[in-house]
């Protein structure tokens, strides 16, 4: 996922380039199919994974195309996804793909807890059918966050609290296996803004 004003994430220092970028690939698709980010940030991802040693025909063919062309990038997903053996993620695989991701970096410090508080309000909007409750847990101190920066509002939140109390529900999710608890068949985290 490129998200402009964020760092890079971290990962572990045993884990291989292609491997990194496929996980980083993985997340940018569910945020693509989520609405999150553009078909141009799809094709910079594949980009990018090609050129740390991801072999991919599905890649390489997403990778020349035009942002325009979304029948030929859904195309190529599923192709990316099928040739590893991984199963395409319908909308809560990506809900929980993308939103587990956020969530990572978060902890790892990759992203700010306010960073990380926008983008989960706007996948707990996207959960029409509370899929995730922890969706909607995350969205109060969004909202909370929200009103205390709005000048016409007079709302106080101690901002250092409010960090450290995301900080720890974050790990909770985290420690029991990510959003649903469940786990999930794929993790990802990062940019595509290379390894």
Same mark, same amino acid.
């Given at each position: 996922m490129r998200m402009s004003g964020t760092a890079g994430a971290q990962h572990e220092p045993s884990e291989d380039l292609p491997a990194r970028a496929w996980r980083i690939f993985d997340s940018a698709a569910a945020d693509g199919l989520l609405g999150l980010i553009g078909a141009e940030e799809l094709v910079g991802c594949a980009v990018a994974a090609l050129a740390v040693g991801c072999d991919s025909r599905?890649? @390489? !063919?997403i990778?020349?195309?035009r942002e325009d062309d979304r029948g030929a990038i859904l195309t190529g997903l599923f192709g990316a996804?099928?040739?590893r053996g991984?199963?395409?993620?319908?909308k809560d695989d990506a809900l929980k793909l993308s939103g587990d991701a956020v969530l990572a970096r978060m @902890? !790892?410090?990759?992203?700010?807890p306010e960073q990380a508080s926008a983008r989960l309000w706007s996948f707990a909007d996207r959960d029409a059918d509370e899929s995730f409750p922890e969706l909607l847990h995350l969205r109060e101190p969004a909202i909370s966050l929200s009103l205390h920066d709005d000048p016409d509002c007079d709302f106080?939140?101690?901002v250092n609290e409010w960090r450290a109390n995301m900080l720890t529900f974050v790990r909770g999710i985290l420690d029991r296996g990510g959003l649903g608890g469940t786990g999930g068949k794929l993790e990802s985290?990062?940019?595509c803004d290379g390894p």
């Open positions: 599905w890649l @390489a !063919s990778s020349v195309l996804f099928g040739e991984i199963e395409f993620p319908l @902890a !790892s410090g990759g992203i700010s106080d939140v101690d985290e990062g940019d």
